[in-house]
């Protein structure tokens, strides 16, 4: 099993960037899948994750900015984020649960977010 993620990069605030997840090694359509974010440091924080029914839940403080998608078709997972703030800076993880589960189980190597000022 395998979770690419990529797109991260040097933004400067209030810019925009799509994050991409690519999945691959066994069928996700029965998993729920998500992003997470992570700075040395602290802990890993929730960003937000979307069921296999399509359902999408947020951290209460970057729903205005951030949309979860998936595309099963192509085993894609997406995070758009807008509005972008210095404080969004972090490590960005994909990551999956098994079929039928609320538990995160799969992870990716991560993809690097730099906001700047």
């Known amino acids: 099993v395998q979770l690419q993620a990529s797109g991260g990069g040097l933004v400067q605030a209030g810019g925009s960037l799509r994050l991409s997840c690519a999945a691959s090694?066994?069928?996700?359509?029965?998993?729920?899948m998500g992003w997470f974010r992570q700075v040395p440091g602290k802990e890993r924080e929730f960003v937000g994750r979307v069921s296999w029914t399509g359902a999408t839940s947020y951290a209460e403080s970057l729903r205005d900015r951030f949309t979860i998608s998936r595309d099963d078709t192509k085993v894609m997972l997406y995070l758009q984020m807008n509005s972008l703030k210095p404080e969004d800076t972090a490590v960005y993880y994909c990551?999956?649960?098994?079929?039928?589960?609320?538990?995160?189980?799969?992870w990716g190597q991560g993809t690097q977010v730099t906001v700047s000022s």
């Open positions: 090694g066994r069928a996700f359509t029965l998993s729920a």
């Open positions: 990551a999956a649960t098994g079929s039928y589960s609320d538990q995160f189980v799969f």
